[in-house]
């Protein structure tokens, strides 16, 4: 298994205005003095598990191999789900049961592992029904940085909870039926399509000039490289840099002129 790298990177959705994410990191130096912390954000939408799947998908393999996730978008905080420990071979993940870690397993399903936290010597001796990030999670992490194997912490679980990925589907060869998945602060609109959805259609993968985004009763027309080949105010749809079909609009917010939420149907028509 990969040792630790010494690193807890901090995913929630508790925000920078109390003091819950100062709290995590307390007990984390208190465990493990001179740990060192890096934040993902702490601006997942409250309880939005799906969303800060997206984002933890998104980032983690930007960090050292080994790093530790202590990732805490928890809605079922205090009930009987599940607290895991889990690796995918490369790195580590503290987080509640309840599909958080849905897109890294299925990035890693080969060498994914998780186990169920049970033992309270790796927590605090108070457990809050309602502040876990800082009496489980924060510790479990911790512990782990201070090498303490999975395996220690509890039993080596089957499976875990996962959410419905609804895959883009192929129309006949000619159109990609997806949905959209995250909006960001800008109000840019992540929809579920890659390209390796589109590696079958060769036939069809020319510039993408021709291609048609339809998002509701609006058409988008013309795969771009970035948001400078549109003017301001003008829709443009390209591949992100997390690797997903993206639609902005320049210097505005398209999830507001598009009236987009996640669930949104669209579909990519392939000229």
Known sequence: MIRVAGLIAL??????????????RGVIQTIAPGCHTAD???EVPAFDVRAGALILEASYHYFPEGTVFCCVVDPGVGSARNVLVATDGYYFFVAPDN??????????????????????????????????????????????VRDVK???????????????????????????????????QFGNIFTNIRRSNLIHLKNKLTDGKDWLLQVGEQTVKGL????????????????????????????????????????????????
Not at 11 to 24: A, I, N, P, R
Not at 155 to 160: G, H, W
């Open 150 to 184: 999975p395996a220690a912490m509890g039993e080596l679980l089957p499976t875990i909870e996962m959410f419905a990925y609804q895959e883009p589907r192929v129309l006949d060869g000619e159109a990609v039926l997806g949905e959209v998945i995250y909006i960001d």
């Open 99 to 144: 599909g958080l870690l849905t897109l890294v397993f299925k990035n890693r399903v080969q060498s994914f592992m998780a186990w169920k936290a049970t033992n309270k010597a790796f927590m605090l001796p108070q457990v809050s029904q309602t502040f876990q990030g800082r009496d489980v999670f924060a510790p479990l992490a911790a512990h782990l």
């Open 40 to 42: 993902i954000t702490h």
């Open 11 to 24: 995913l929630t959705d508790f925000g920078e205005k109390d003091w819950y994410v100062g709290s995590m």
């Open 224 to 271: 771009a490289g970035s948001y400078h080949e549109r003017a301001p105010g003008e829709a443009v749809f390209y591949w992100g840099s997390a690797g997903y079909l993206e639609l902005a609009v320049n210097q505005s917010n398209a999830a507001e002129i598009f009236a987009c939420l996640p669930g949104t149907p669209v579909r990519l028509i392939l000229g």
